[in-house]
């Protein structure tokens, strides 16, 4: 028969062979990452990954599968900020913008969370903007539409609040546009801006291309104030 001692000593094995396996999946990753910036796509191997995270190869090769895997998950961690979190979506900063009770605070709580993300994302798109190959036209077509998705519902949380300048389609093309990973990079790194500085410039355009003038003095009331 067994104790109550024997269950605690496996379940304490099951739980440090899970945490080991979480903490060796986010080393391969971070390596994934850092070679990326540093070598770009082609220059990123699941070889080079392995020894950056000091992993076999075959334990790389066991987690993604392939390097497009291995580099599909490294986008969706960094847009998540972890890989056991939420969708964007459904996380604090996304909830806050919604409930944001006028446009002007929409936008500046907008501004500061896409901006978080890009700093995360940002170094890993651009590597992969950068790269020929055609095994990464589909992962960048669905970064493309799910940015665009997640455009759509910031706008539709913004007309909850008061009419824009221009129609829903319209104002998210243009969000997808002016927040977009190539723009980012443009100011943060070639031109040096603060963190900062790009989330607040991010938040004052948008702002000022979508929103009417007094924009919060005529918003309406969202559910919750019903």
Do not use: C
Not at 116 to 136: I, K, N, S
């Amino acid at each position: 028969m067994k104790s109550d001692d024997d269950t605690r000593r496996r379940a304490y094995r099951s739980d440090r062979r899970r945490e080991q396996a979480q903490e060796t999946r986010r080393r391969m990753l971070e390596a994934a990452g850092k070679l990326l910036a540093e070598r770009g796509y082609a220059g990123t191997t699941i070889a080079a990954v392995a020894a950056e995270a000091g992993v076999a190869g075959e334990t790389v090769y066991a987690a993604f599968r392939n390097k497009r895997t291995l580099v599909g998950e490294l986008v969706r961690t960094s847009v998540r900020g972890d890989g056991s979190a939420p969708p964007a979506a459904a996380q604090a900063g996304a909830r806050a913008v919604a409930a944001a009770p006028g446009q002007v605070d929409q936008m500046r709580l907008f501004a500061a969370d896409v901006s978080a993300r890009l700093e995360r994302v940002g170094p890993v798109l651009e590597a992969l903007a950068a790269a020929p190959d055609p095994e990464l036209a589909e992962l960048r077509a669905n970064v493309d539409r799910d940015r665009l998705a997640g455009m759509r519902r910031f706008v539709a949380a913004l007309e909850r609040r008061g009419p824009l300048r221009v129609d829903a389609d319209a104002a998210a093309e243009t969000v997808w546009a002016l927040a977009s990973p190539e723009l980012h990079s443009l100011l943060r790194g070639r031109r040096g801006w603060p963190p900062e500085h790009y989330s607040a410039w991010l938040g004052e355009t948008l702002a000022a291309v979508l929103l009417r003038p007094g924009a919060d003095e005529v918003s309406r009331p969202g559910p919750s104030e019903h």
